[in-house]
């Protein structure tokens, strides 16, 4: 009887963050300049963006320790594994393309393409927990 329960406050957190990230998202895509490009800056106000990133950082932090409070321990510990995993691939990523980039072999790096980097190595590495 509690397995349906904690599913469902699982479903319930998870649906609610997608949620308000998805509202973040909205403020950004939908009130951008259309003349500037994609990632040129101060193509939003300033007032969306402080209300975006503090629906983030909201998201992120209450919703990270609310997910550490609904599932089991194996869960948890996918969950950990999943962290730790992303967080070396930016801590790798990062050092690597800076010497590459004083070496002249690479453009400068980017935050964007850093932060793509720790996502696809949480998705990756939450793939391989959970199906092997």
């Given at each position: 009887?509690?397995?349906?329960?904690?599913?469902?406050?699982?479903?319930?957190?998870?649906?609610?963050?997608?949620?308000?990230?998805?509202?973040?998202?909205?403020?950004?895509?939908?009130?951008?300049?259309?003349?500037?490009?994609?990632?040129?800056?101060?193509?939003?106000?300033?007032?969306?963006?402080?209300?975006?990133?503090?629906?983030?950082?909201?998201?992120?932090?209450?919703?990270?320790?609310?997910?550490?409070?609904?599932?089991?321990?194996?869960?948890?510990?996918?969950?950990?594994?999943?962290?730790?995993?992303?967080?070396?691939?930016?801590?790798?990523?990062?050092?690597?393309w800076f010497i590459l980039w004083k070496g002249g072999i690479v453009s400068e790096?980017?935050?964007?393409?850093?932060?793509?980097?720790?996502?696809?190595?949480?998705?990756?590495?939450?793939?391989?927990?959970?199906?092997?």
């Amino acid at each position: 009887m509690r397995e349906p329960q904690r599913k469902r406050r699982f479903y319930v957190v998870v649906g609610t963050l997608f949620g308000l990230g998805l509202l973040s998202g909205l403020l950004i895509g939908f009130f951008e300049d259309e003349q500037a490009e994609i990632l040129s800056p101060s193509s939003i106000p300033p007032w969306r963006a402080v209300i975006s990133a503090a629906m983030f950082l909201f998201s992120t932090t209450f919703g990270s320790w609310i997910l550490t409070q609904v599932p089991d321990k194996l869960e948890r510990a996918i969950h950990s594994k999943t962290t730790v995993m992303a967080g070396n691939a930016m801590l790798i990523a990062y050092p690597t393309w800076f010497i590459l980039w004083k070496g002249g072999i690479v453009s400068e790096p980017d935050a964007l393409w850093l932060f793509m980097i720790g996502m696809a190595a949480s998705v990756i590495a939450y793939a391989w927990y959970k199906l092997r």
